[in-house]
């Protein structure tokens, strides 16, 4: 899911290889709710480039939503890469963060790079797209905020640095390699 964010952020084609679609349905459908596609080739999954991020509305004209759950429903881990892809979306949605209170709490340094954000709540946050980002330090605060972080860097304009990246190595050992592989201009440096 976090590479399904990062194609469509940079509006980079991928082929995520071995990403077991039969088990992404509701990350399918979330993210189709954005406006990315994603193409099951067998095992593999793919995300073709430069596709057109649009909120998609609700039939009842209320605000479009986003909000997680338990199994089978779209996985709270990935609502932050959610956030950020809303960000660079046409069109206003409210991402609902209904499994953990405050984890809502990192949405301040996202305004900071230029997102469009009401924080309506510690679980809930109407994104309102596109926003153009710009670059700026930031601090990694958790695994799953960091990582929505270093994608919003990577789709902004002028150069980030994101401290306390021992954070996003807990669960994407090495980052910057894999990335880099992708061309991605990012670099670890020494603090």
């Not at 509305?57 to 759950?69: Q, R, V, Y």
Request: with cysteine; glycine share 8%.
């Amino acid at each position: 899911g976090s590479f399904i964010g990062l194609a469509a952020v940079t509006r980079g084609e991928l082929l995520i290889k071995n990403a077991a679609p039969e088990h992404l349905a509701m990350v399918f459908l979330t993210f189709k709710r954005l406006g990315v596609e994603c193409q099951v080739r067998g095992k593999d999954l793919f995300v073709s480039a430069h596709q057109s991020l649009r909120v998609e509305n609700d039939l009842n004209n209320a605000i479009p939503t986003i909000a997680d759950g338990i199994w089978p429903q779209f996985p709270t881990d990935l609502m932050s890469i959610a956030l950020v892809t809303a960000t660079q979306c046409e069109g206003t949605i409210l991402m609902w963060e209904k499994m953990f209170e405050g984890r809502m709490f990192w949405v301040d340094k996202l305004m900071n790079l230029g997102a469009r954000i009401v924080l309506c709540d510690p679980h809930r946050a109407v994104v309102v797209g596109p926003s153009h980002l710009h670059g700026e330090r930031i601090e990694s605060p958790d695994i799953r905020a960091g990582m929505a972080l270093l994608l919003a860097a990577l789709c902004a304009r002028g150069q980030s640095a994101i401290q306390n990246i021992g954070q996003i190595d807990r669960g994407y050992e090495r980052i910057e390699e894999k990335l880099q592989a992708l061309g991605a201009r990012i670099e670890r440096v020494k603090a």
